[in-house]
Each structure stands twice: as C-alpha cells, then as structure tokens.
C-alpha cells in the first residue's frame, strides 16, 4: 500500500499544493504524553502520520480547497483533534435527548484527525480494547455519521491514492482538489469492509 509521502507525490503531480502546506511533525514523545495522560492509542499508523506533518499552515494567502489532505477535509494537528475530540465526545453524549436512538459513535472513542472546517470530522477509534480499534470514519455534525468505513489508516490512504491515480482527483487551476462524488464514492467503495471481504476471498 502507499505511504503519505507517495500519496501526497501523486497530489502534487495533479497540481495540488496541499504538501507546501502540511506544517512540520511533533516528536514522538509528545504522542507518547497524550498516550499516558489520555489512557489512549494512536494507530501505529495514526502516530506516523503526525510525526510527518503534524496538522495544515493557514497562515498567508491560502484557501481551504488549496490544503485539502482528502476530498473536503485538511490535516489537524494533535493539539486540533484533542480539542475536537471534546466537541464530538459532547455530541455523542448528547446524542439521546435530540434523537430517538444513541449516536452512530455510542460507546465508542473517536479521535479526528481530518477537519472539514465546518464540523465534519474524519475520524480513528483510538481505544485499545475496541474491537475495531484503529477503523476509520466520518463524524457528521449534522446528518449521519459513519463509524467503521474503512478497516484502517492504510486502507482509507490507499483508497484515495486511487482515486488520484485513477483521474478522479482533479484539480482546478487554483490547485484545489475535485472529485464527482459518484466517482469518488465508487472507488473507495472497494476499499470499505464489505469490498474489502470479498478481494480477501478471492485472494484466499
């Protein structure tokens, strides 16, 4: 599977600037400091990926469609998804006075790690001891979110690696990222759970 680096080449050969963007990465002891204060886990592949560029430089002339990591979202910092993850932990507790059924994320630990700028969040379960530990998904603030999209960092990458590579990925001459969201949902659908069993089962 491709790492940051490769996928963020393959942004950059599309014309897209997000990398000039990416601030710095945190040293590894600060990870382990959030890791020992919070009681919680970053994904091996979660702590990397901090520890390359931790979160996105807004600072000078920059529009949001010029930092984007993913389709519609940028890169947070530790510091950023910290402070969300309060914001979606309320939202989830609050879920069953403002609905008739407990939060797509009831009983689960979310951290965001991708920010949409306007509420949205994609979103790694950092618990240990969670079964799905590590799985990607997307917080909506409003509508219905979606836990367990993707069965980890790797895949969710892979899967808009392909994308790009694929041509769906297209860039304006601003550099901001686009995608038709047909196209887009349709290759990484085959990276989501159900897609993902049945290539496991054909490989086997």
């Excluded at 949001?64 to 309320?90: N, T």
Aim: charged share 25%; aromatic share 10%.
């Amino acid at each position: 599977m491709p790492d940051v680096r490769e996928y963020l080449d393959v942004l950059a050969d599309l014309g897209h600037p997000v990398v000039q963007h990416l601030r710095p990465g945190i040293d590894m002891s600060e990870i382990t400091r959030f890791e020992t204060v919070t009681s919680l886990k970053l994904p091996d592949e979660i702590a990397k990926l901090f520890a390359l560029h931790n979160g996105t430089d807004f600072s000078g002339d920059i529009f949001l469609g010029q930092a984007q990591f993913v389709d519609g979202f940028h890169l947070m910092s530790l510091s950023e998804a910290i402070e969300a993850k309060e914001i979606v932990d309320e939202a989830i507790e609050d879920s069953p006075f403002v609905a008739d059924e407990p939060h797509a994320f009831d009983r689960r630990c979310a951290l965001p790690f991708l920010d949409d700028g306007a509420g949205d969040y994609m979103v790694v379960d950092v618990q240990p001891s969670s079964k799905r530990f590590g799985w990607i998904g997307t917080f909506l603030h409003a509508g219905d979110s979606r836990p367990d999209e993707f069965s980890s960092f790797s895949v969710f990458l892979a899967a808009h690696y392909e994308a790009a590579i694929e041509g769906v990925y297209r860039t304006n001459s601003k550099g901001f990222l686009d995608a038709p969201h047909r196209e887009l949902e349709s290759v990484l659908g085959r990276h989501k759970p159900a897609m993902e069993n049945k290539r496991m089962e054909s490989n086997g």
